[in-house]
Protein backbone atom coordinates (compact mmCIF):
# COMPACT_ATOMS: atom_id res chain seq x y z
CA UNK A 1 0.00 0.00 0.00
CA UNK A 2 1.21 3.28 -1.00
CA UNK A 3 1.15 6.57 1.04
CA UNK A 4 -1.85 7.76 -1.42
CA UNK A 5 -3.91 4.86 -0.73
CA UNK A 6 -3.24 4.98 3.19
CA UNK A 7 -4.48 8.58 3.44
CA UNK A 8 -7.29 8.26 0.83
CA UNK A 9 -8.40 5.07 3.25
CA UNK A 10 -7.97 7.24 6.41
CA UNK A 11 -9.58 9.93 5.16
CA UNK A 12 -12.79 7.58 4.11
CA UNK A 13 -12.58 5.82 7.55
CA UNK A 14 -12.85 9.12 9.52
CA UNK A 15 -15.30 11.27 7.01
CA UNK A 16 -18.64 10.08 9.46
CA UNK A 17 -16.78 10.65 12.70
CA UNK A 18 -15.88 14.26 11.75
CA UNK A 19 -19.07 15.44 10.18
CA UNK A 20 -21.20 13.56 13.49
CA UNK A 21 -18.60 16.06 15.42
CA UNK A 22 -18.87 18.88 13.77
CA UNK A 23 -22.44 18.42 13.79
CA UNK A 24 -22.21 18.24 17.78
CA UNK A 25 -20.24 21.21 18.02
CA UNK A 26 -22.86 23.24 16.12
CA UNK A 27 -25.63 22.37 17.57
CA UNK A 28 -24.45 21.71 21.25
CA UNK A 29 -27.12 23.90 22.58
CA UNK A 30 -29.60 21.81 21.22
CA UNK A 31 -28.20 18.76 22.58
CA UNK A 32 -27.79 20.36 26.03
CA UNK A 33 -31.43 21.32 26.30
CA UNK A 34 -32.68 18.07 24.79
CA UNK A 35 -29.93 16.30 27.44
CA UNK A 36 -31.42 18.15 30.70
CA UNK A 37 -35.18 16.74 29.37
CA UNK A 38 -33.88 13.36 29.51
CA UNK A 39 -32.45 12.16 32.84
CA UNK A 40 -31.31 8.67 31.89
CA UNK A 41 -31.26 6.87 28.46
CA UNK A 42 -30.45 3.47 28.16
CA UNK A 43 -30.70 0.85 25.02
CA UNK A 44 -33.00 2.94 23.49
CA UNK A 45 -35.89 5.97 25.03
CA UNK A 46 -37.75 3.24 27.98
CA UNK A 47 -35.81 4.81 30.83
CA UNK A 48 -36.73 8.14 29.51
CA UNK A 49 -40.34 7.11 28.82
CA UNK A 50 -40.57 5.76 32.36
CA UNK A 51 -39.91 9.16 34.10
CA UNK A 52 -41.73 10.61 31.49
CA UNK A 53 -44.83 8.48 32.26
CA UNK A 54 -44.56 9.41 36.04
CA UNK A 55 -44.64 12.60 35.15
CA UNK A 56 -47.93 12.29 33.75
CA UNK A 57 -49.45 10.65 36.34
CA UNK A 58 -48.15 13.19 39.01
CA UNK A 59 -50.25 15.39 36.47
CA UNK A 60 -53.19 13.49 36.20
CA UNK A 61 -53.49 12.27 39.83
CA UNK A 62 -56.56 14.24 40.90
CA UNK A 63 -56.45 16.25 44.29
CA UNK A 64 -58.91 13.75 45.66
CA UNK A 65 -56.10 11.55 46.17
CA UNK A 66 -53.03 13.49 48.43
CA UNK A 67 -50.05 13.00 47.83
CA UNK A 68 -49.27 14.85 50.61
CA UNK A 69 -52.04 13.65 53.38
CA UNK A 70 -51.31 10.55 52.33
CA UNK A 71 -50.82 8.53 55.91
CA UNK A 72 -47.41 9.09 56.99
CA UNK A 73 -45.41 6.93 59.59
CA UNK A 74 -43.06 4.22 59.64
CA UNK A 75 -44.08 1.92 56.19
CA UNK A 76 -44.23 5.00 54.26
CA UNK A 77 -40.47 6.13 56.08
CA UNK A 78 -39.27 2.83 54.92
CA UNK A 79 -40.61 2.78 51.27
CA UNK A 80 -38.54 6.50 50.77
CA UNK A 81 -35.24 5.44 51.99
CA UNK A 82 -35.87 1.71 50.07
CA UNK A 83 -36.45 4.69 46.95
CA UNK A 84 -33.24 6.19 47.91
CA UNK A 85 -30.76 2.84 48.50
CA UNK A 86 -32.75 0.55 46.05
CA UNK A 87 -35.11 1.95 43.61
CA UNK A 88 -36.23 -1.51 41.72
CA UNK A 89 -37.00 -3.00 45.54
CA UNK A 90 -38.96 -0.04 46.48
CA UNK A 91 -41.27 0.22 43.27
CA UNK A 92 -41.84 -3.28 43.52
CA UNK A 93 -42.48 -3.61 47.33
CA UNK A 94 -45.26 -0.10 46.88
CA UNK A 95 -46.88 -1.74 44.04
CA UNK A 96 -47.12 -5.21 46.08
CA UNK A 97 -48.29 -2.31 49.38
CA UNK A 98 -50.91 -0.95 46.73
CA UNK A 99 -52.23 -4.34 45.67
CA UNK A 100 -52.83 -5.48 49.07
CA UNK A 101 -54.78 -2.54 50.31
CA UNK A 102 -56.97 -2.93 47.01
CA UNK A 103 -57.68 -6.55 48.33
CA UNK A 104 -58.16 -5.92 51.73
CA UNK A 105 -60.35 -2.54 50.55
CA UNK A 106 -62.42 -5.50 48.80
CA UNK A 107 -62.73 -7.97 51.25
CA UNK A 108 -65.23 -5.60 53.11
CA UNK A 109 -67.43 -6.25 49.86
CA UNK A 110 -69.64 -8.78 48.82
CA UNK A 111 -68.57 -9.76 45.32
CA UNK A 112 -70.30 -12.48 43.33
CA UNK A 113 -66.95 -12.65 41.87
CA UNK A 114 -65.40 -14.66 44.33
CA UNK A 115 -62.99 -13.35 47.39
CA UNK A 116 -60.58 -10.55 46.25
CA UNK A 117 -57.59 -13.55 46.57
CA UNK A 118 -59.26 -15.03 43.89
CA UNK A 119 -59.22 -12.18 41.50
CA UNK A 120 -56.89 -11.18 39.15
CA UNK A 121 -54.89 -7.54 39.30
CA UNK A 122 -56.26 -6.60 36.28
CA UNK A 123 -59.90 -6.31 37.26
CA UNK A 124 -59.24 -5.20 40.87
CA UNK A 125 -60.06 -1.47 39.47
CA UNK A 126 -63.17 -3.06 37.63
CA UNK A 127 -64.59 -4.11 41.00
CA UNK A 128 -63.55 -0.97 43.00
CA UNK A 129 -65.39 1.29 40.80
CA UNK A 130 -68.50 -0.98 41.43
CA UNK A 131 -67.82 -0.81 45.11
CA UNK A 132 -67.38 2.80 44.72
CA UNK A 133 -63.87 3.10 46.00
CA UNK A 134 -62.61 4.74 43.49
CA UNK A 135 -63.39 6.65 40.57
CA UNK A 136 -62.28 6.21 36.59
CA UNK A 137 -58.71 8.88 37.21
CA UNK A 138 -57.73 6.26 39.71
CA UNK A 139 -58.33 3.39 37.69
CA UNK A 140 -56.00 4.58 35.07
CA UNK A 141 -53.58 5.46 37.83
CA UNK A 142 -54.05 1.69 38.97
CA UNK A 143 -53.06 0.32 35.76
CA UNK A 144 -50.72 2.81 34.50
CA UNK A 145 -48.91 1.90 38.19
CA UNK A 146 -49.51 -1.59 37.82
CA UNK A 147 -47.63 -1.21 34.10
CA UNK A 148 -44.86 0.26 35.27
CA UNK A 149 -44.44 -2.10 38.07
CA UNK A 150 -44.52 -4.74 34.82
CA UNK A 151 -41.20 -2.76 32.98
CA UNK A 152 -39.40 -2.52 36.48
CA UNK A 153 -39.92 -6.39 36.89
CA UNK A 154 -38.51 -7.08 33.91
CA UNK A 155 -34.92 -5.90 34.21
CA UNK A 156 -35.28 -1.98 33.73
CA UNK A 157 -33.10 0.47 36.07
CA UNK A 158 -35.26 3.52 37.54
CA UNK A 159 -33.57 6.37 39.09
CA UNK A 160 -34.05 7.17 42.62
CA UNK A 161 -36.19 9.92 41.56
CA UNK A 162 -38.28 7.60 39.93
CA UNK A 163 -38.91 5.56 42.42
CA UNK A 164 -39.72 8.34 44.80
CA UNK A 165 -42.44 9.73 42.37
CA UNK A 166 -43.49 6.44 41.80
CA UNK A 167 -43.83 5.13 45.95
CA UNK A 168 -45.72 8.79 46.22
CA UNK A 169 -48.30 8.10 43.90
CA UNK A 170 -49.24 4.63 44.89
CA UNK A 171 -48.66 5.31 48.20
CA UNK A 172 -51.85 8.43 47.59
CA UNK A 173 -53.89 6.04 45.95
CA UNK A 174 -53.72 3.18 48.79
CA UNK A 175 -54.54 5.71 51.23
CA UNK A 176 -57.26 6.78 49.28
CA UNK A 177 -58.31 2.77 49.12
CA UNK A 178 -58.00 2.74 53.25
CA UNK A 179 -60.14 5.58 53.70
CA UNK A 180 -62.85 3.69 51.66
CA UNK A 181 -63.00 0.69 53.44
Same mark, same amino acid.
Given at each position: ????T????????????????????????Q??????????? &? $? /?? #??????????? =? *?? !???????????????????????????????????W?????????????????????????????????? &? $? /?? #?????V????? =? *?? !??????????????????????????????????
Open positions: MDWLFISSLVRSLAWPVFALILALLFRDILQFGSFIKKL &R $A /GP #IEAEFEHDLEQ =L *RS !LSPGRVDVVSARAGEAETFLTELAERHPRTAILEATRLERAARTSLSSQESEDGSPGEVSAVRLPELLV &R $A /GL #IDQPQTLYHE =L *RR !LRREVARDLDPTNEAARIYVELSRALQSQLDRGA
